[in-house]
C-alpha cells in the first residue's frame, strides 16, 4: 500500500450511510410531490458545449466568468461540466421538440452540478440540486404553482426558518428603460461603489442590489427600484402570482432588491432563505426565463422553475426517519458445503424473485455468526439450510420447525402462523 492516501478533491465529498439514506427518502418526497403535480423525470448530461451556458447563464454572470470548470475533449471542442440546470432543460427541450407537445412542459430533476466557488459549509464545488421546470406557459398560475411546490418541499422537509422573498423583473423591455435609469444613479455615485460594482455598470447593474461593500449599500438605499417601473402588463402578472400565492395560502415578502445570480430571468424572482443557516442561506430560488428558449435557437417560449440545494435543505431540515427495510427472510447454512450454500442461494433468488427482502451470508461466518448477523439485521425469519434439510426460525416468536426447502418461500408469505 502506498502511504500517500488519495482524498476527493477540494469542495467535493462521498455520500454515504445514514447521509444517503436521507437523500433517498428527501428524493422520495421530491418526486411525490413533484409527479403528483404532473411534473416528469429528465436527466441531462453532466457535461454540455460550453456555450450553453455562455449564451444561456450570461457571459457577465460570476458563475460564466469564475465558476465553471471548462475543458477541451480530445477533439478540441469545449465542454463544461453543468453549473446550472435550466439551460440544459431548454436545450433538452429544443432537441426533442418538446414545443409539439401539449404546453407547458413540465420537467424536475434531481442532478448534481459543478461550480468552482470557495469551498464552505453549505458550500460546495459539485453539489446536488432538485429542480421543476415548467415551459410553454405564461399563465401567472404557473409562476405560483411552481411557487407552491417548492414551499410545500421545503415544509415536508422541516426546513427551518424558512423565508420567502419575491419580485418582478418585468420584462426585457420593461427592463432596458429601466437599466438606463439604475445606469445614471449608478455613474451619478461612482466613487462610492466597490470595484467590482464599478466594472458592470455597462454590462449587468442590476448586480449592484447584491453587494455587500458599504458604500455601494448606501447607493443602494437611493436607487431607483425596478418594481416602481414595470409595464402595466408586468405589474398585472406578477400582482396575479401574488394573489395566487395568497390563496395558496404562502406567505413572502416583496423584496424589491432581490437579484439572482443568473442572467435569464423575466419577470417572476423568488428565493427561499432560512435563518437556520449561516451566510450561505439561499436554500432555493428561480423564477420565470421567458426568453431562454428563443436565445438556445428554439421557438419563443415562456419557461418558469426552481431549484433547491440539495445539501442546504439537509443542513437546514430535521433530517427524515431512515429506518433500514426490514429483512424478511436470512438464509443461514448450516454447512460450509458447495451442494449446501448453492441450495442456500438458491433459495435466496426464489425468495427475492418472489418479491420478499431476502439476504444471506456473504463472510463466510460460522452458523453461530449468521444468527448474529440475523439478529443484527432484524430478520423476521431465518432459514437454516442442512445437509438434505432445512430448518424455518421464527425471530419474533422463538418456534422453530423442520420444512422441505421448497416450501420455505410460502410459508414466510404467509408470515408462518404453524410455528
Ligand atoms: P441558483 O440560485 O444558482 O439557481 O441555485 C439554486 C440553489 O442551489 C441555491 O439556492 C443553493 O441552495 C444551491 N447551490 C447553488 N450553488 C451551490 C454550491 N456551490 N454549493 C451548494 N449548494 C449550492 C439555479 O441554479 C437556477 N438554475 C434555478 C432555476 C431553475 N431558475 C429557474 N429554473
Redesign the pocket.
Known amino acids: 500500500m502506498s502511504d500517500s492516501k488519495i482524498k476527493a478533491p477540494r469542495?467535493t465529498f462521498d455520500v454515504l450511510g445514514e447521509d444517503a439514506a436521507a437523500r433517498s427518502a428527501l428524493e422520495a418526497r421530491a418526486r411525490a410531490i413533484l409527479e403528483g403535480a404532473g411534473y416528469e423525470r429528465i436527466e441531462t448530461p453532466a457535461m454540455e458545449a460550453t456555450e450553453l451556458f455562455a449564451r444561456g447563464v450570461g457571459a457577465s454572470t460570476d458563475?460564466v466568468r469564475k465558476?465553471m470548470f471548462t475543458f477541451e475533449d480530445a477533439a478540441g471542442r469545449s465542454l463544461t461540466l453543468r453549473?446550472?440546470?435550466?439551460?440544459p432543460?431548454c436545450r433538452a427541450y429544443v432537441e426533442h421538440g418538446m414545443h409539439k407537445r401539449r404546453q407547458p412542459v413540465k420537467l424536475w430533476y434531481l442532478s448534481s452540478?459543478f461550480?468552482h466557488?470557495r469551498?464552505q459549509a453549505?458550500?460546495?464545488?459539485q453539489?446536488?440540486?432538485v429542480?421543476?421546470?415548467a415551459l410553454g406557459s405564461e399563465d401567472p398560475a404557473v409562476d405560483a404553482e411552481s411557487i407552491v411546490l417548492l414551499a410545500t418541499l421545503l415544509a415536508e422537509l422541516q426546513v427551518r426558518e424558512v423565508r420567502l422573498r419575491l419580485a418582478s423583473l418585468g420584462s426585457t423591455e420593461s427592463r432596458s428603460e429601466y437599466r438606463e435609469r439604475l445606469q445614471a444613479h449608478l455613474r451619478a455615485n461612482e466613487q462610492e461603489l466597490s470595484e467590482d460594482v464599478r466594472s458592470r455598470i455597462e454590462d449587468n447593474p442590476l448586480r449592484a442590489f447584491d453587494s455587500d461593500h458599504p458604500g455601494t449599500r448606501a447607493v443602494m438605499e437611493g436607487a431607483p427600484r425596478l418594481l416602481d417601473h414595470l409595464s402595466a402588463e408586468d405589474a398585472e402578472h406578477f400582482a396575479e402570482v401574488r394573489a395566487l400565492l395568497d390563496v395558496a395560502g404562502v406567505s413572502y415578502e416583496v423584496d424589491s432588491t432581490l437579484v439572482?445570480?443568473?442572467d435569464?430571468?423575466t419577470r417572476t424572482v423568488f428565493?427561499?432563505t432560512s435563518d437556520a443557516l449561516g451566510a450561505?442561506s439561499?436554500?432555493?430560488?428561480?423564477?420565470?426565463?421567458d426568453g431562454l428558449v428563443e436565445q438556445l435557437g428554439g421557438p419563443p417560449t415562456p419557461?418558469?422553475?426552481?431549484?433547491?440545494?440539495?445539501?442546504?435543505?439537509m443542513l437546514a431540515g430535521e433530517a427524515p426517519p431512515t429506518a433500514p427495510a426490514p429483512v424478511e427472510l436470512f438464509v443461514a447454512i448450516e454447512h460450509a458445503r458447495a451442494d449446501v450454500r448453492r441450495a442456500a442461494f438458491s433459495l435466496l433468488s426464489e425468495a427475492r424473485s418472489a418479491g420478499l427482502a431476502a439476504q444471506m451470508d456473504l463472510g463466510g461466518r460460522s452458523l453461530k455468526g449468521q444468527l448474529g448477523q440475523a439478529g443484527a439485521l432484524g430478520a423476521r425469519f431465518v432459514a437454516i439450510v442442512g445437509d438434505g434439510q432445512t430448518t424455518l426460525r421464527d425471530m419474533q416468536g422463538g418456534g422453530q420447525t423442520p420444512i422441505a426447502t421448497g416450501a420455505v418461500v410460502h410459508a414466510v408469505l404467509r408470515g408462518h402462523h404453524a410455528l
Not at 453549473?83 to 439551460?87: D, H, I, Q, V
Not at 439561499?282 to 426565463?289: A, D, I, K, N, S
Open positions: 469542495g458563475i465558476e453549473p446550472e440546470g435550466t439551460a432543460v452540478f461550480r466557488e469551498a453549505g458550500r460546495y464545488r453539489f446536488w440540486q429542480g421543476a421546470e439572482r445570480g443568473l435569464y430571468y428565493e427561499f450561505q439561499g436554500v432555493g430560488g428561480g423564477g420565470r426565463y419557461g418558469m422553475g426552481w431549484a433547491a440545494g440539495i445539501e442546504r435543505i
